[in-house]
């Protein structure tokens, strides 16, 4: 019983340690591609981390976006990123730390601060919606409301 848990986290290790994490960024964004959306950036990964750096996000050739930088740690049954410094070009918003944390077939959660307050909420990804707990004033016109809270709809 020993030499199979052993077998087992050592097979889950490797797989964690092996995974191709540049490849697995460059298939995301040629998926990001056919929905017209292109971001530049610099990347780094190690065994445990993929990382990008000095991002700049374009919507059909139009900058919308860019991150100072952009950990993230795939584990397979816990996954999490870690975004400094995230603005967006409409409105002046900042989002200075945001953390999501996904573990599979459960809603990623978030947390973070910015420019216009706290962020927690969660990502529902059966609805495509960003939930958004207890939001300021200022940001409610970007959201709508149902029974469940205020989101943020989008397709992405």
């Known amino acids: 019983m020993k030499k199979i848990l052993i077998a087992i986290a050592g097979f889950y290790l ?27 950036s610099k ?16 919507y059909l050739n139009s900058k919308t976006a860019s991150l100072k930088d952009a950990k993230i740690y795939p584990f397979l049954f816990y996954n999490r990123a870690e975004i400094k410094d995230f603005k967006l070009n409409i409105g ?22 910015s420019n216009f ?9 059966k609805e495509l919606k960003i939930y958004i707990k207890n939001p300021r004033a200022d940001i409610l016109e970007f959201l709508k409301k149902d029974g469940k809270g205020y989101y943020y709809y989008e397709r992405f």
């Open 14 to 40: 490797g797989i964690i340690v092996f995974m191709p994490k540049t490849e697995l960024y460059y298939k995301a964004l040629e998926i990001l591609d056919k929905n017209r959306i292109d971001i530049i």
């Open 43 to 58: 990347t780094d990964s190690n065994p445990f981390r993929f990382e990008i750096k000095n991002a700049k996000i374009y």
């Open 92 to 113: 002046n918003y900042v989002i200075k730390n945001l953390e999501i944390t996904y573990i599979p077939f459960l809603n990623a959660k978030i947390r973070g601060n």
């Open 117 to 125: 307050g706290e962020l927690n909420g969660y990502i529902n990804f």
